[in-house]
């Protein structure tokens, strides 16, 4: 379906084990994401409401341009490389807007025994009002299962989930305005690819793609979010990032394998910008990064993401955790984590990295006295040579290690998370 103008539309397509609804919640928690662990969806659906300029929704591709006071975007799909663009532009007094892109799937494109899946998920939203209301969740499913046994097998699955949010003045949203600012963004992907028997080799996020955040690192996130909020009253960002890999090949000598997760430029990226001095500021950022490999032994097993949050704000707290597992003691990891704050207010910054045989954390925290604001860094980096740098004792940080146990204890499910709600 294609529609370039006309009043908001929700259309909804039926799969092979029914028709299928429009998503309705407005938020997946980490924990409830784990906790309801279920197989991959094959759901489709599209809404974009209530002004539309431009709708597609035809297989190739799903496309919203939207305005209104209280917008929505839902872009629900089942297949294994698709695009989906969300970009809404409000004006009014009080805007309100709501998107979700979901992409699930168990199929691949390529012939077997290549399996490939690529997904694509870009939000824009801009907001010129008094009074300023996000909610947006990016949720990439993915899952592969082949056999190398007839020929070699080849798996690749890459994400690239980007969104960028202005929120502001009437006219202008990079002016400052009078109400309050409120973006809650959850962008969440979890890929899983199981092979077995002869020739293997398994790749996830090795396709390099663009920048939403060009001032700070990593250069070619997976996940990216940036968020400037310009109000002189109320600014609340809270931002959730996670990443997931899992790679596994059984039934084949060690030396048939070649696994490959992330790039040294790849990873998770997270900004959010809140310069008004004047404002009640609040910027939460949690980034959670985990790549598992498993492979007989001899495999060639490479892993290599780099984690960047946090910008400028006030009451910034940035929790950032990274974990890297390889079966192969040769393996080659290299980890990077780098969080920075500049606030008004203060600043929590907590950082946790981990790789075969090392791991360890840093912490810092500021308060701003008088004319001089808040600022500290953090940095953690690992890799296979030197093991992890020299940092804090995970076990020194007492109470501020609670909020990211779960990340640091975290398992990759038996089965896929369902799609949001």
Same mark, same amino acid.
């Given at each position: 379906?294609?529609?370039?103008? #006309?009043?908001?539309?929700?259309?909804?397509?039926?799969?092979?084990?029914?028709?299928?609804?429009?998503?309705?919640?407005?938020?997946?928690?980490?924990?409830?994401?784990?906790?309801?662990?279920?197989?991959?969806?094959?759901?489709?659906?599209?809404?974009?409401?209530?002004?539309? !300029?431009?709708?597609?929704?035809?297989? *190739?591709?799903?496309? =919203?341009?939207?305005?209104?006071?209280?917008?929505?975007?839902?872009?629900? /799909?089942?297949?294994?490389?698709?695009?989906?663009?969300?970009?809404?532009?409000?004006?009014? *007094? +009080?805007?309100?807007?709501?998107?979700?892109?979901?992409?699930? *799937?168990?199929?691949?494109?390529?012939?077997?025994?290549?399996?490939?899946?690529?997904?694509?998920?870009?939000?824009?939203? %801009?907001?010129?009002?008094?009074?300023?209301? $996000? +909610?947006?969740?990016?949720?990439?499913?993915?899952?592969?299962?082949?056999?190398? %046994?007839?020929?070699?097998? !080849?798996?690749?699955?890459?994400?690239?989930?980007?969104? *960028?949010?202005?929120? @502001?003045?009437?006219?202008?949203?990079?002016?400052?305005?009078?109400?309050?600012?409120?973006?809650?963004?959850?962008?969440?992907?979890?890929?899983?690819?199981?092979?077995?028997? #002869?020739?293997?080799?398994?790749?996830?996020?090795?396709?390099?793609?663009?920048?939403?955040?060009?001032?700070?690192?990593?250069?070619?996130?997976? $996940? =990216?979010?940036?968020?400037?909020?310009?109000?002189?009253?109320?600014?609340?960002?809270?931002?959730?990032?996670?990443?997931?890999?899992? &790679?596994?090949? %059984? @039934?084949?000598?060690?030396?048939?394998?070649?696994?490959?997760?992330?790039?040294?430029?790849?990873?998770?990226?997270?900004?959010?910008?809140?310069?008004?001095?004047?404002?009640?500021? /609040?910027?939460?950022?949690?980034?959670?990064?985990?790549?598992?490999?498993?492979?007989?032994?001899?495999?060639?097993?490479?892993?290599?993401? @780099?984690?960047?949050?946090?910008?400028? @704000? #006030?009451?910034?707290?940035?929790?950032?955790?990274?974990?890297?597992?390889?079966?192969?003691?040769?393996?080659?990891?290299?980890?990077?984590?780098?969080?920075? =704050? &500049?606030?008004?207010?203060?600043?929590?910054?907590?950082?946790? #990295?981990?790789?075969?045989?090392?791991?360890?954390?840093?912490?810092?925290? /500021?308060?701003?006295?008088?004319?001089?604001?808040?600022?500290?860094?953090?940095?953690?980096?690992?890799?296979?040579?030197?093991?992890?740098?020299?940092?804090?004792?995970?076990?020194?940080?007492?109470?501020?290690?609670?909020?990211?146990?779960?990340?640091?204890?975290?398992?990759?499910?038996?089965?896929?998370?369902?799609?949001?709600?």
């Amino acid at each position: 379906m294609r529609t370039t103008s #006309g009043a908001g539309a929700s259309t909804e397509q039926a799969s092979a084990t029914g028709t299928t609804w429009v998503a309705a919640k407005l938020y997946t928690t980490k924990a409830e994401t784990a906790q309801r662990a279920a197989q991959t969806s094959t759901a489709s659906s599209f809404e974009c409401s209530p002004t539309p !300029t431009t709708m597609i929704n035809d297989g *190739t591709q799903q496309t =919203c341009v939207v305005s209104g006071d209280n917008a929505r975007c839902v872009e629900k /799909s089942a297949l294994p490389a698709i695009p989906q663009t969300c970009t809404i532009t409000q004006d009014g *007094t +009080d805007n309100n807007a709501y998107i979700l892109q979901d992409n699930s *799937t168990g199929t691949f494109t390529t012939t077997p025994p290549d399996q490939t899946q690529s997904s694509t998920q870009k939000a824009t939203v %801009t907001q010129r009002g008094t009074n300023n209301s $996000l +909610d947006a969740t990016q949720s990439v499913n993915q899952s592969l299962s082949g056999s190398g %046994t007839v020929g070699p097998l !080849t798996q690749n699955q890459d994400d690239h989930q980007e969104i *960028t949010v202005c929120q @502001g003045a009437s006219g202008d949203c990079t002016a400052p305005n009078s109400g309050k600012n409120v973006s809650k963004i959850h962008q969440s992907r979890f890929a899983s690819a199981h092979a077995s028997g #002869g020739t293997i080799s398994q790749n996830q996020d090795q396709a390099l793609g663009t920048d939403c955040d060009s001032f700070n690192q990593p250069s070619n996130p997976n $996940l =990216c979010a940036l968020v400037q909020q310009n109000s002189t009253t109320s600014n609340d960002s809270d931002l959730h990032q996670e990443n997931h890999l899992q &790679e596994v090949a %059984t @039934g084949t000598l060690g030396e048939n394998v070649t696994q490959n997760q992330n790039q040294p430029s790849d990873g998770i990226d997270g900004h959010t910008a809140q310069p008004s001095a004047e404002a009640q500021n /609040s910027n939460v950022t949690h980034q959670h990064q985990t790549d598992d490999m498993s492979a007989p032994s001899g495999a060639t097993q490479v892993q290599d993401p @780099g984690l960047g949050c946090c910008s400028v @704000g #006030g009451g910034v707290n940035g929790h950032q955790v990274a974990i890297l597992r390889a079966s192969d003691p040769t393996a080659l990891q290299d980890l990077v984590i780098d969080g920075f =704050c &500049e606030a008004n207010d203060s600043c929590l910054l907590l950082a946790h #990295g981990k790789i075969n045989g090392s791991e360890t954390s840093d912490r810092c925290s /500021s308060q701003a006295s008088g004319e001089y604001p808040a600022f500290c860094n953090t940095f953690v980096e690992c890799d296979t040579e030197f093991g992890c740098n020299t940092g804090e004792d995970l076990a020194t940080l007492g109470f501020d290690t609670m909020d990211f146990q779960d990340a640091i204890n975290f398992v990759f499910p038996l089965t896929l998370p369902t799609s949001p709600l």
